[in-house]
């Protein structure tokens, strides 16, 4: 199965946000506004103190069907993290070897990130075809996706990083974006 199951959970939901809680306090209230705007899953980064309580609120009180996933994911330690919270799916920035492994090995669906043309040709040796790419705005935006249809047909990609409300449904759009992520859904 390509990534752990991943493709299911991207084809679902097309909009993913990417949020960081500074308190578990926030946690709820997010939830509502997501759920409010139709947003059935969020990608909490692992990037504050608070965020390993946080996504075990956010487990605690999201619905069933609800896919709480965890993002900036850069070590073997944090794949642990994750297995242990059991969380829906994962998302790392980069697709380094060891960490595609790790992922690949903790048998939950996750999401690796390229830039570059290389990242995506190693990636895809990795056997990984559903790839976020990562700062899009800095990675070429919508001209180099256009091109990477040419070039990677098989790959499907989630731009994050500069998208907004002015570019999602554009990006959307385009045959080889499946879903797109980023923080303006909960600004
Ligand atoms: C991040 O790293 O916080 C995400 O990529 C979101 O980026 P954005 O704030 O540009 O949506």
Redesign the pocket.
């Known amino acids: 199965m390509i990534q752990n199951g991943i493709e299911p959970i991207l084809q679902s939901n097309s909009r993913i946000p990417?949020v960081?809680f500074n308190s578990t306090d926030e946690v709820e209230t997010i939830l509502q506004r997501l759920i409010y705007q139709g947003v059935n899953c969020i990608e909490i980064?692992l990037r504050t103190d608070a965020a390993v309580a946080s996504i075990k609120k956010c487990k605690s009180i999201a619905p069933p069907d609800f896919n709480v996933g965890v993002g900036?994911v850069i070590s073997k330690e944090q794949v642990k993290i994750c297995m242990d919270l059991q969380v829906d799916f994962m998302v790392s920035?980069g697709s380094s070897a060891f960490i595609v492994e790790e992922m690949q090995n903790s048998g939950i669906p996750y999401l690796p990130g390229v830039m570059t043309p290389t990242e995506i040709i190693a990636a895809r040796g990795r056997g990984c075809n559903f790839l976020k790419l990562?700062?899009f705005n800095i990675a070429g935006g919508e001209k180099a996706i256009k091109s990477y249809s040419k070039v990677f047909p098989s790959v499907k990609f989630c731009p994050?990083?500069?998208?907004?409300k002015n570019n999602f449904q554009d990006l959307l759009d385009m045959d080889n974006v499946i879903c797109v992520?980023?923080?303006?859904l909960v600004k």
């Open positions: 990417v960081t980064t900036t920035p990562f700062p994050t990083g500069g998208v907004g992520g980023g923080s303006w």
